[in-house]
């Protein structure tokens, strides 16, 4: 009993199934030597005197020590020369750090020097208007502080560095990020800037074994926005997170010093900006979650989490079809077909002969018509831009550092540098376009992976060093005018922290040329493995609704009306998932039988929308040879839980199946119905699941409702 009390104790404090009492907080401990930056989840403790370093950093729910080691809190390189920023010094044994050890620690008068803090309100680091259905409309609440550093450097004088944390009520993340404020009357060359240094704790002793073969340090997740490539992952886009040796902690297992616990924040290319007299320079972001599980779907739920909590323009997720024709009266007919079947948004897509550089009156006059007839109808109208893998000419293209040839060094074979004079006037267009037409979303097919540009030429940066850090500067700041406008953005690249709002859910292309029936296994593979760590509204699918990527009949859908059966359940295996496919064709319907069949399938999204796009948990994946499926689950919600379960094989089947409930917040019964039947009472056992007896059509579906 006393297990069983403790257990329902702890759940009762989890922060994944209700809400924590306690805000965060900044204050003052040990006589004012002490910043403690706290929200009841995690704590961080910043000493003061005689320089500002981190002391201290918990996980407040496990008690779980995340510094070993004390480091500097930034390192910046000016002028050609590194300099910490923060730092103490004195620390003998770096397998783990006595807190009595501190009061002995001494500065060096050649790091900058702490001077004062700030505690402030947390601000949004750019404007956000949600046009579209939102899941959360509320952005963060929590405190921040800002510690100010300057130099005794007679060169660095008049310059400041101010290393700003912000900390989230209600959930385990601190976000930490550097400034420069030039106010030297000199310009100022910033190198690099590492913005975060934490010696932690090793993941594993092996007394043999290269850092990057040895396991990371698990629990402590660091998302920053300095990612791209075009993996659709985080982990695998991320460009400046590194995680170190430490050769000055001697006490290690590994013989050769060579355990992976140091980790830094910083571009890998560096900075490479000249900062003018009056200017200031902002870092890379970084966002640290501190996990206290080793469970997949639990840190899967704790990042999705992250993401709703403090980016929620990723919780937008309108209902749109991809149009493949700028023709006025296809595109008022497919507007017309959205408004009359409850879709919300058309984007002309690629292929559709949209051209958004096009920035003439009699462009803008064509598509700002259409606009206001797809306003008029309540639809919104968005369209597709192509940016990367395409070549401009070689006083545009990105420059390969190595040949001094264009069409060399770009990531996906050719693209035009976004500071040349061609990527600048770009810019100009596309906003030019968007303002003027109205126009309610952008599919922006990069500039996604990072390319590098030798130019000197290029009016917008000035040579190699800054071109890779001044181009995703540019992005960042279009995706940011468009927030501030209500514009939709969908970005094939990991830019969610900077405002985009949906990725690709990963697929490989070329399978859309496969069968009806390959792709309807492979969709349901797509969403479960792409769901672990992305939320359904950061992510999108695709249906090809005609010829795509080749193929034959078997693989499209046209016509809609002869291929209903395969239609809806496509439909639904996405909308099922919370997850909005690019329905990509000429029209949602082509009789009143496939109308109905659109219609029915929307209402019921709708329907059940709020729980649809709450979090997943993975119940089987598919395979072809038995049932698959998944559940969604949302305490906060009438609807608890919805599980959708598919059945691959020729012929009905009954399968007994445990559905984990610990995170729809139940804890002794839950009335559980199948579609819009009967809700039967289930008794959860101790660990908080239910058995169930359901029956699946054969090659086809069903849906249950947990509450």
Same mark, same amino acid.
């Given at each position: ?5 403790? $257990? ?9 199934? #209700?809400?924590? #009492?306690?805000?965060?907080?900044? !204050? ?15 704590? =961080? *403790? ?6 500002? $370093? ?10 779980? %020590? ?7 809190? #930034? ?14 010094? &004195? ?15 001494? &500065?060096?008068?050649? /790091? ?16 956000? !208007? ?6 959360? !409309? ?122 992976? @616990? ?29 996990? /206290? ?9 704790? =990042? ?32 017309? *077909? ?136 540019? %992005? ?11 514009? +939709? ?87 099922? $998932?919370?997850?909005?496919? @690019? ?19 929307? /209402?019921? +999204? ?13 119940? =089987? ?41 610990? +995170? ?14 009967? $809700? ?20 086809? +579906? ?6």
């Amino acid at each position: 009993m006393l297990l069983i009390l403790l $257990a329902l104790t702890a759940r009762a404090q989890d922060w994944l199934v #209700a809400p924590i #009492a306690p805000k965060s907080e900044v !204050k003052l401990l040990k006589n004012g030597r002490i910043i403690e930056i706290s929200n009841g989840l995690i704590a =961080r *403790q910043i000493q003061i005197s005689p320089n500002a $370093a981190t002391v201290s950093y918990k996980n407040l729910t496990t008690n779980e %020590q995340f510094v070993r080691s004390v480091r500097p809190e #930034a390192r910046v390189t000016l002028n050609g020369k590194s300099y910490n920023v923060g730092g103490l010094y &004195g620390q003998k044994e770096h397998a783990y750090m006595l807190e009595e050890w501190t009061d002995t620690f001494s &500065g060096n008068s050649t /790091d900058f020097q702490f001077v004062r803090h700030e505690i402030v309100a947390i601000k949004p680091h750019f404007e956000w !208007k949600p046009t579209t259905w939102t899941a959360n !409309k509320n952005l963060p609440t929590g405190k921040g502080v800002v510690l100010y550093f300057a130099s005794n450097n007679a060169e660095l004088k008049g310059v400041e560095v101010a290393v700003h944390y912000e900390i989230f009520d209600g959930i385990p993340v601190l976000e930490k990020w550097v400034t420069i404020e030039n106010k030297s009357g000199n310009e100022l060359k910033i190198n690099q800037v590492v913005n975060e240094i934490l010696a932690t704790p090793e993941e594993e002793s092996a007394v043999v074994g290269k850092p990057e073969k040895m396991k990371k340090p698990h629990k402590l997740y660091i998302e920053n926005n300095f990612a791209y490539n075009n993996a659709m992952r985080y982990e695998l886009s991320d460009q400046a997170t590194h995680w170190k040796i430490d050769s000055s902690y001697t006490s290690q297992v590994n013989y050769y010093l060579e355990t992976p @616990c140091v980790v830094e924040v910083y571009p890998m290319l560096g900075v490479g900006i000249d900062l003018a007299a009056k200017e200031s320079y902002t870092s890379i972001r970084s966002y640290e979650l501190l996990l /206290d599980s080793y469970d997949r779907e639990r840190n899967g739920l704790a =990042r999705r989490k992250m993401y709703r909590t403090l980016f929620p323009w990723t919780t937008q997720n309108p209902i749109f079809m991809h149009l493949i024709s700028t023709e006025p009266e296809k595109v008022k007919s497919v507007i017309d *077909q959205c408004a009359e079947t409850g879709y919300e948004m058309v984007i002309l897509s690629f292929g559709s002969g949209l051209n958004m550089e096009d920035a003439s009156d009699a462009n803008i006059q064509k598509f700002k018509s259409l606009a206001d007839y797809a306003h008029s109808k309540g639809i919104k109208l968005g369209g597709y831009s192509l940016f990367s893998s395409r070549r401009i000419d070689d006083e545009n293209d990105v420059i390969d550092p190595v040949t001094g040839l264009p069409d060399k060094a770009a990531f996906f074979g050719h693209a035009p540098c976004l500071a040349s004079k061609w990527g600048i006037n770009y810019l100009k267009s596309i906003k030019k376009f968007i303002t003027e037409t109205g126009f309610d979303l952008l599919e922006h097919d990069g500039p996604y992976p990072g390319d590098v540009c030798a130019s000197t030429k290029h009016p917008g940066h000035k040579g190699l060093d800054d071109s890779q850090w001044v181009q995703m500067s540019m %992005q960042k700041e279009l995706y940011q005018w468009l927030n501030g406008r209500g514009v +939709y953005i969908n970005a094939p690249d990991w830019y969610f922290l900077d405002g985009s709002h949906k990725i690709a859910l990963g697929y490989r292309e070329v399978n859309f040329s496969l069968s009806r029936a390959q792709q309807k296994i492979l969709n349901r593979q797509n969403i479960y493995d792409g769901l672990w760590e992305k939320t359904p509204s950061m992510s999108w699918g695709f249906v090809p609704l005609t010829k795509y990527q080749g193929g034959t009949a078997d693989a499209v859908l046209e016509p809609l009306s002869e291929h209903l059966t395969d239609y809806k359940q496509l439909m639904m295996q996405y909308y099922g $998932a919370g997850v909005q496919a @690019c329905y990509r064709g000429p029209r949602l319907y082509d009789t009143d039988a496939t109308k109905q069949v659109v219609k029915e399938t929307i /209402d019921w +999204y709708k329907k059940y929308r709020d729980i649809l796009n709450s979090d997943i948990l993975h119940l =089987r994946r598919p395979d072809g040879r038995d049932w698959d499926g998944i559940m969604h689950v949302n305490p906060a919600l009438k609807e608890k839980g919805l599980m959708m379960v598919y059945n691959p094989l020729k012929e009905a089947i009954t399968r007994k199946i445990k559905l984990p409930l610990y +995170y729809t917040g139940l804890s002794k019964e839950a009335m559980i119905r199948t579609q819009e039947g009967k $809700a039967a009472k289930y008794v959860l056992d101790r660990n908080y699941n239910a058995e169930i007896t359901v029956t699946i059509p054969a090659e086809g +579906y069903t849906w249950l409702v947990v509450e």
